[in-house]
Structures are given as structure tokens and as C-alpha cells.
């Protein structure tokens, strides 16, 4: 199945640093999602973005998908950003979606 | 209107009992996933539904898990003979043709 791999795991940032989260996928995706998780657990959805580039607030998302990456910025980070940052994609055939392990991510106040 | 919700929001289990969890799903989303969250770790995927269709069922990791969706709504995910490993939060989602809204999870402690 559909490998999908983030990076960095962990980051640690001052409040109002900028920082771009990567995922990579092993095979072709016509679906991919960014979420947030946050310190209570809910998980936001941040972006669905198969491909392109789309801005919310602080936050933009690029998926290119012919090399099989995309790319998560935060701007100005805030500590409410801490959480953990997961992509996930549909595994190759199917409906099963696939997780990367995360980025944790903290801002330092 | 409302997200996704989920009952409990807190389970407390002996081993060896059964369990079951329940998920709500938005108005009108035909998709619904389970995963599965051991702390710190990742979400992995348990089964999906999609409107009448069997379900996937490829991720339930033995036969003690069992869901089930009635009326193409809410769905219940049942852990029979429950162990220590089964504890985890268990989170589902729904979803809007492409996107997962997921919900608040219920998160379950085998003694």
C-alpha cells in the first residue's frame, strides 16, 4: 500500500517564526488532507488540497502531485498552533486512508 | 449543522468485557470511518462505510472488533472480550464526498 512519510516529527518554535511541515506519498493521490490535532485531541481539518496551492488565514497549503509531496506553512506561528500535524491520503485502490505519524509541533510563548 | 459526535466520551472496562462505541455522523454524509489512536502514535484506520455498499472492514485488527452502521447513519463499533491493548482512543469521522470531519473520540481504558 500507499507509503506516506512526514517530516520533521518534532519542532519546536518562538512564537511568530515561520515553518513548513512536509509530507511525502509513494504512489499517485487524488485525495489528500491536512489536519490539526490538537493538545485536547479533537482533530481539525485544515486543508483538503489534491492539488494547487490554498490559503487560510496564517496558514497555505501547496500539493504537488506529480512528485508525490505536500507542503504545510505556518506564518507567525502562535502557541495555539502546538499540536500535532498529520496529512493523510487514500491508500492506492481504495478507500482505506492512510496517516503519516505527524509532526508535533510546539511554540514557545 | 452539528459534527460528528461520540458516545462516551470516556470508557472504563474491565478485561475481558465487551464494549461498544457510538458514532453520530454530520446530516447527510455518506462515508463514515473508524480509527484507532494509541498515545502518541499515529491514526490507524479500522473500517469504512459508504451508503450500502459492504464496508471496508480491512483494518479491524481481530475478530473481537466488530461495527456496524444502521439506516446509513450512526454506527456502532463493538470490542468484544476486551484486552489491555484495545486501549486506545477511538475516533471516527464522516465524511462529505472528499473531506473527514472527524469527532471528539471516546477514549477507552482496559483494566
Known amino acids: 500500500g500507499i507509503q506516506v512519510e512526514q517530516s520533521p516529527p518534532d519542532l519546536i518554535l518562538q512564537e511568530g517564526a515561520n515553518s513548513t511541515l512536509r509530507c511525502n506519498f509513494s504512489d499517485s493521490v487524488n485525495n489528500l488532507q491536512w489536519f490539526h490535532q490538537n493538545p485536547w485531541g479533537q482533530l481539525i481539518n485544515l486543508f483538503y488540497i489534491p492539488s494547487g496551492t490554498k490559503q487560510n488565514g496564517r496558514l497555505s497549503a501547496t500539493t504537488v502531485a506529480t512528485e508525490r509531496y505536500s507542503l504545510l506553512y505556518i506564518s507567525s506561528s502562535q502557541t495555539t498552533d502546538s499540536g500535532v500535524y498529520f496529512c493523510?491520503?487514500?491508500?492506492?485502490?481504495?478507500?482505506?486512508?492512510?496517516f503519516g505519524a505527524g509532526t508535533r509541533l510546539f511554540v514557545k510563548a | 449543522g452539528a459534527g460528528v459526535s461520540q458516545s462516551p466520551s470516556n470508557k472504563v472496562t474491565e478485561k475481558g468485557k465487551d464494549v461498544e462505541l457510538r458514532c453520530d455522523p454530520i446530516?447527510?454524509?455518506?462515508?463514515l470511518y473508524w480509527y484507532r489512536q494509541s498515545l502518541g502514535q499515529g491514526l490507524e484506520f479500522l473500517i469504512y462505510?459508504?451508503?450500502?455498499?459492504?464496508?471496508?472492514k480491512s483494518g479491524l485488527p481481530s475478530d473481537r472488533f466488530s461495527a456496524e452502521r444502521t439506516g446509513g447513519s450512526v454506527s456502532t463499533l463493538t470490542i468484544q472480550r476486551t484486552q489491555q491493548e484495545d486501549s486506545a482512543v477511538y475516533l471516527c469521522?464522516?465524511?462529505?464526498?472528499?473531506?473527514?470531519?472527524f469527532g471528539p473520540g471516546t477514549r477507552l481504558t482496559v483494566t
Open positions: 469521522a464522516s465524511t462529505s464526498e472528499y473531506e473527514q470531519y
Open positions: 493523510a491520503v487514500p491508500n492506492t485502490g481504495g478507500f482505506k486512508t492512510i
Open positions: 462505510f459508504q451508503g450500502n455498499s459492504a464496508p471496508d
Open positions: 446530516s447527510g454524509h455518506t462515508a
